[in-house]
């Protein structure tokens, strides 16, 4: 008997999701599916990343399109709503609490019968003082943003969506949270997290969602979704001992589109900069190309493969 | 430090009692601000002023006079505090964005309005009605008019909280709709005829405190039971109504 593997459901499920506020499109006919793991979700202001956050929460229901989570309506199912959590991006907390007695409420909200225990806990995860009695209204911005992501893991949530969580943290907090994001993903929690920092976002991991105007413009490993842009050719910088003999060689054997030659600087070789619609490609050819001409291969890299490429990319379309 | 992203073992139950006590004691001290107190106890200082005045220019019937107070109490100070208090429970959330935090609870959202109805109703009884009951018992301590005022009080503070929580459920400037209501719907239009009457909480009261008292009051046309039941039968669904508009209201 042949095992058949098992596929996960997923625990976000978007189909056709429309939202739009007025003659506005907020959110046009988006449709993807989430598993466990950290999810970025990126795109410029006004794309409509907070509106989309906002329906997976439940919290804005869409005019067009369905989004489940965990199987079920957010807006609807009390039950599911227990096992999400949300780091909303604006600041407003309840004033008239300190950051231990907001988690807490957070907690008992949740039907936690240990609330104390568990706030503290949550307060400790990301380096506040659950001893700490001043309110929140006094707290910095960065502060804020913990006590934020604190009460958003007291329910152990399945599912977290966290819009702009890193901003205002000093590099040190922006460390610390990133390698939090990343243990809850791997524990088997479906995280996902806006941000507009791209260096940020990449850290996070590779898997992203890419919004534009309303509409989803990829989502996926960006580095794949680099790959299938063959609208857009690949730069590639290769350095040499022999850069102009290459770089005639490359032009006539592994499908350049352009050459572009670069000097020698202190320290490193000259080389050139070529542009090319098959990526792979090049990269099979190159070392091949090399020999043929007799050079040594010092450096190959890829110049616009990193996110922020990708990025820019995207949303120019 | 060390920490792990596993809570220590919660332990996980659900008690609605619990989170409408945690719910009640959060918005009971978001709507205590020290500013809204103080305007508030400032007024009811001016009405308890004015039951000084009433005394010292008595009329030859104290217990006209002791009606007339409550009445005007009544038909202002109560409404107008109430507003203030009831309008910000929840509508001060919904503005400024934390609402988001009680609303993605495993949690009914029955309970939010419930929470801040009895929070506006635990501020509003000794802020304002206390003084309005101490002002009636300067002009005249008897205790029909007592029991009167005090059936009168609580029954308008009880509808008009209702009222006031889903207004600041329902509408995004909820003071001065709350006083558009007050001041024209019941302070005129519910003057102008047996219909309108029927839609204004000022008619029950009055009512009550005519059956009670005896004094008789201009549009106090309810019996006894019916001044007492209606606006809180009615306020227990216009509650029910702000649990159902909270449910489908977008959260920022």
């Not at chain 1, 609330?115 to 380096?127: F, G, K, M, N, T």
């Not at chain 1, 003082?129 to 804020?144: C, I, L, Q, V, W």
């Not at chain 1, 792979?280 to 190959?300: C, H, K, P, W």
């Not at chain 2, 929580?165 to 509408?171: E, L, Q, Y």
């Amino acid at each position: 008997m042949s095992a058949t593997p098992i596929t996960p459901a997923p625990m976000i499920e978007v189909e056709n999701a429309s939202k739009w506020f007025g003659d506005v499109v907020a959110v046009s006919d988006v449709s993807f599916s989430l598993g466990p793991g950290v999810t970025a979700l990126l795109g410029p202001n006004g794309a409509g990343k907070s509106t989309l956050l906002r329906m997976l929460c439940g919290l804005t229901p869409p005019d067009r399109g369905t989004v489940r989570i965990l199987g079920a309506d957010p807006r609807k199912d009390i039950a599911v709503r227990g096992r999400i959590s949300i780091v909303p991006q604006q600041e407003a907390m309840f004033e008239a609490l300190g950051a231990f007695e907001f988690v807490r409420l957070a907690a008992v909200l949740n039907g936690i019968f240990n609330p104390d225990e568990i706030a503290r806990w949550a307060l400790q995860v990301v380096e506040l003082d659950p001893d700490e009695k001043r309110s929140t209204t006094t707290y910095s911005k960065g502060m804020k943003q913990r006590v934020k992501v604190a009460q958003a893991l007291v329910n152990d949530p399945a599912v977290m969506v966290l819009d702009e969580p890193l901003t205002g943290l000093d590099p040190r907090q922006r460390n610390h949270l990133i390698e939090l994001f990343g243990r809850l993903g791997d524990e088997g929690r479906c995280v996902i997290v806006s941000s507009h920092v791209l260096d940020e976002v990449e850290r996070f991991g590779s898997r992203v969602l890419v919004v534009a105007q309303g509409r989803l413009a990829a989502t996926g490993d960006f580095r794949a979704i680099r790959d299938l842009m063959d609208d857009r050719p690949h730069r590639i910088r290769v350095r040499t001992d022999k850069p102009r003999e290459l770089a005639t060689e490359v032009m006539a054997s592994v499908g350049a589109l352009a050459v572009r030659l670069e000097p020698p600087s202190t320290g490193r070789p000259g080389g050139f900069v070529v542009d090319t619609n098959d990526a792979s490609l090049f990269r099979t050819t190159i070392a091949t190309a090399s020999q043929r001409v007799g050079a040594s291969l010092v450096e190959v890299t890829p110049l616009d493969d990193d996110l922020d490429s990708v990025f820019r990319y995207l949303v120019q379309r | 430090m060390t920490t792990t992203t596993q809570p220590p073992s919660p332990v996980r139950g659900s008690a609605l009692d619990r989170t409408l006590r945690a719910e009640y004691r959060l918005i009971l001290r978001s709507i205590c601000t020290p500013g809204r107190l103080a305007a508030l106890i400032i007024l009811s200082a001016i009405s308890l002023l004015t039951a000084f005045a009433t005394k010292a220019g008595s009329s030859l019937d104290p217990l006209q006079d002791g009606v007339g107070y409550v009445n005007a109490n009544v038909a202002t100070l109560i409404p107008v505090a109430v507003l203030v208090l009831g309008a910000a429970s929840l509508g001060d959330m919904l503005e400024d964005g934390s609402m988001v935090y009680l609303w993605l609870r495993p949690v009914p959202h029955w309970v939010h309005l419930l929470a801040a109805w009895m929070a506006t109703v635990t501020v509003a009884v000794p802020v304002v009605l206390v003084p309005v009951i101490a002002g009636t018992l300067v002009i005249h301590p008897d205790s029909t008019l007592l029991l009167s005022v005090v059936v009168a009080g609580l029954v308008a503070i009880g509808a008009y909280s209702a009222l006031f929580v889903t207004g600041g459920v329902r509408f995004k400037r909820a003071l001065p709709w709350g006083l558009v209501y007050i001041l024209i719907w019941e302070g005129f239009v519910a003057s102008a005829g047996q219909t309108a009457t029927k839609l204004a909480v000022r008619s029950y009261v009055r009512s009550i405190l005519e059956q009670i008292t005896g004094v008789e009051l201009k549009l106090a046309n309810f019996s006894l039971a019916s001044g007492i039941l209606v606006p809180l039968l009615v306020g227990a669904l216009i509650l029910a109504y702000g649990a159902r508009r909270l449910s489908r209201s977008d959260i920022a």
